[in-house]
């Protein structure tokens, strides 16, 4: 059976060769793909970044 079409759009990225080497690195050893990779780096950064915020208003 085949998994559910992901609502998602495709985006293309030029990134220095050393960060995808580590990547790929990272997701053979993980097991994942660079997509869910990238996807959960991604949600964490704006997720920190969002509390960060937050934080400094709340300071303010």
Known sequence: ?????????HINLYIERE?????EQYCEEVGQTKTVAIERAIKQYISD????????????
């Open 49 to 60: 970044f969002q509390e960060h915020k937050i934080e400094n208003s709340v300071a303010n």
């Open 19 to 23: 960060i995808i080497e580590a990547l």
């Open 1 to 9: 059976m085949a998994r559910e079409k992901k609502d998602g759009r």
